[in-house]
């Protein structure tokens, strides 16, 4: 079964600006350096044709990651979200009751999760187990180590 991403409307059009970008100017910078790589000769001990061929494998590999993102894509209608309960695009105050610590989450699609800015994918054990929930319910979540008791302090739209 094929993935289903939550995204904004602006994250959507970010992505087709970067596809955009890669199919041209990307392609044409990588074909230019196979090129060049090829005019030094014998392929087969020639490390700057493995290299652009490499960037050309990862690059085809993001372009293929883009255009499946965006066809997989549902586009978040962020004015209709209500704070009551937590939802993709929303942010949420929780204490994390296991590590005596107060996190502010923002849940995103997994394409744009982040975890260095706190931006915490809707399908991770985080982020699944606090969707639908409210002000003061408390969730636990599956950790490595046992268990995680997170209580939900605020939901709001950034």
């Given at each position: 079964m094929a ?15 970067e596809?955009?970008?890669l199919?041209t100017?990307?392609r ?5 350096k196979?090129?060049e ?7 087969s001990?020639n ?9 050309q ?5 993001r372009?293929?990651?883009?255009e499946?993102t965006?066809s997989?894509?549902t ?5 209709a ?5 937590v939802?993709?695009g929303?942010?949420?105050k929780?204490?994390d ?6 996190v502010?989450?923002h849940?995103v699609g997994a394409?744009?999760?982040n975890?260095?800015e706190n931006?915490?994918s809707?399908?991770?054990p985080v ?5 639908g ?5 408390v969730?636990?979540?599956?950790i ?5 008791e ?6 709001f739209?950034?």
């Open positions: 993935e289903e991403y939550v995204l904004p409307q602006k994250v959507i059009e970010q992505l087709k600006e596809l955009k970008e199919r100017t990307g044409n910078e990588v074909a230019e196979i090129k790589a090829k005019s030094f000769g014998d392929l001990e490390s700057e044709y493995d290299e652009a061929k490499s960037d494998a990862k690059l085809e590999a372009i293929a990651e883009i499946y965006i997989h894509a586009v978040l209608d962020e004015s979200l209500s704070t009551e309960r939802h993709t929303l942010s949420v929780v204490y009751r296991t590590f005596d610590e107060t502010t989450y849940l394409p744009q999760a975890p260095m931006k915490i809707d399908e991770s982020g699944r187990e606090l969707l929930h409210m002000v003061g319910d969730v636990t979540v599956e490595p180590t046992g268990y995680d997170i209580e939900i302090l605020e939901i739209k950034d």
